[in-house]
């Protein structure tokens, strides 16, 4: 009688050999190559998959293992593939409106990623007579700067930039003359600022919006209760 050969079916190969995937996983991401990262990355998944077999586990345990693995695996190609990463940082009024004369706001934009990020963005601002988050929701504000917002992305010309890795850039936006200047020495003006930042991050379109208020002359910004994302 013959044996069937079961040495060469043995799964014990693979247990090597997805160690060889990570490797080659992990060389692709030092490239900055986040697909090729994610490809090897599965390929090791599905090896250590096939070499769990020698562990003799019931197919309950081992499908449990599987989609453990799989979601590791997922979770650290989000988190650790090469991929712009964009932060609002400061935030300062350099100018503020006047009846006739515009006013500007400054935000630094930082791309803490590993990847140079082209952003596209719009931005738009304004002079409020509510102070409190409240008072801007109840206050019609939103509507008015989601419509301004819209107008902004449909300009021709729309603001791009490219941020090199760890580094920054700024963006300028004008806050409109307005009558409501006259309240600022008062302390009873709000400076709103709202903004739409695109970029691609591994083939996807991400979307960043925020929306921040401040009474001058406090300085501190603090988050609108609406177009935050």
Same mark, same amino acid.
């Given at each position: 009688m013959r044996w069937p050969n079961t040495e060469a079916r043995s799964p014990r190969w693979a247990l090597p050999a997805s160690g060889v995937a990570l490797a080659a996983a992990l060389a692709g991401r030092a490239q900055g190559w986040p697909w090729l990262f994610g490809a090897f990355l599965l390929?090791?998944?599905?090896?250590?998959?096939?070499g769990l077999g020698v562990l003799g586990l019931?197919?309950?345990?081992?499908?449990?293992? /599987?989609?453990?693995?799989?979601?590791?695996?997922? /979770?650290?190609w989000i988190d650790t593939a090469p991929q712009p990463r964009?932060?609002?940082?400061? #935030?300062?009024?350099q100018k503020l409106p006047s009846t006739i004369s515009p006013g500007v706001v400054e935000l630094v934009i930082r791309n803490s990623g590993t990847l140079p990020a082209?952003?596209?963005?719009?931005? #738009?601002?304004?002079?409020?007579l509510f102070r409190t988050a409240a008072g801007l929701a109840a206050g019609g504000v939103e509507a008015e700067l989601s419509k301004r917002l819209e107008q902004a992305d449909q300009l021709p010309a729309v603001g791009t930039m490219v941020i090199p890795p760890d580094r920054t850039d700024r963006i300028a936006i004008d806050v409109p003359p307005s009558q409501r200047s006259w309240y600022v020495a008062r302390g009873e003006a709000t400076v709103v600022v709202t903004a739409r930042l695109r970029y691609r991050d591994r083939g996807f379109l991400r979307t960043k919006v925020f929306c921040l208020f401040?009474?001058?002359?406090?300085?501190?910004?603090?988050?609108?209760?609406?177009?935050?994302e």
């Open positions: 390929i090791a998944w599905a090896l250590l998959t096939y019931a197919r309950m345990p081992r499908l449990i293992l /599987t989609a453990s693995l799989l979601a590791l695996a997922v /979770t650290v964009i932060q609002l940082g400061l #935030v300062r009024v082209n952003v596209v963005g719009s931005a #738009v601002a304004q002079l409020a401040t009474n001058p002359p406090s300085g501190q910004w603090l988050s609108c209760p609406f177009l935050n």
